[in-house]
């Protein structure tokens, strides 16, 4: 089983419409999970971080449930620039450190 | 502006060549990664160092190694490259001791073998 799995996709909404991602993970002990943003032939940056109370960041909401392990990442009132790959992420202790691990991304495609 | 930096966008190689990655990073962070990522397999772990010539291995270390010899270049290496080895390849790096810390990638090298 991968450490981090989501819906590859590709989702393909209109316009205004709202989305949810969804990922789930395997290690109980992981310690902070996130959301990166791929756009075509570009390196990931950071989203937004998941907070276990869950948080908001303008049209994007994100939450965290420990007990499911499962994340999610709610888009609503989508944008043509909303196009891109998003990344699920979990860091876990790599034994000196914390590594990141990525699922391997789902791709949203809004269309006019 | 923090800046993380590949030494090529683009390489081509022979199959059987030692192929040298290097990457280098201005905001002073512990860790540096390598990652690889193919279409369907999103970005998986080479390799990992979280000091000066530490490293560790990740979940695919096979036919690679890596040196760190200063704290902003984190360097990989292809032993002897193999076409299974054509990927780009993204450098990143985070600090090592703060919670939920956001990791900065390079642009990656799109690495051919031929």
Sequence with gaps: RKEVEQ????FNVPEGATVAFNCTYSNSASQSFFWYRQDCRKEPKLLMSVYSSGNEDGRFTA?????????????RDSKLSD???????VNGWGGATNKLIFGTGTLLAVQP | DVKVTQS??????RTGEKVFLECVQDMDHENMFWYRQD????LRLIYFSYDVKMKEKGDIPEGYSVSREK???????LESASTNQTSMYLCASSFRWRE?????FGQGTRLTVV
């Design chain 1, 7 to 10: 819906d590859p996709g590709p």
């Design chain 2, 39 to 42: 279409p369907g397999l999103g």
């Design chain 2, 100 to 104: 939920n810390t956001e990791a900065f």
């Design chain 1, 63 to 75: 939450q965290l449930n420990r007990a499911s392990q499962y994340i999610s990442l709610l888009i």
């Design chain 1, 83 to 89: 196009s891109a790959t998003y990344l699920c992420v």
């Design chain 2, 71 to 77: 704290k902003e270049r984190f360097s990989l290496i």
């Design chain 2, 8 to 13: 090529s966008r683009y390489l081509v190689k």
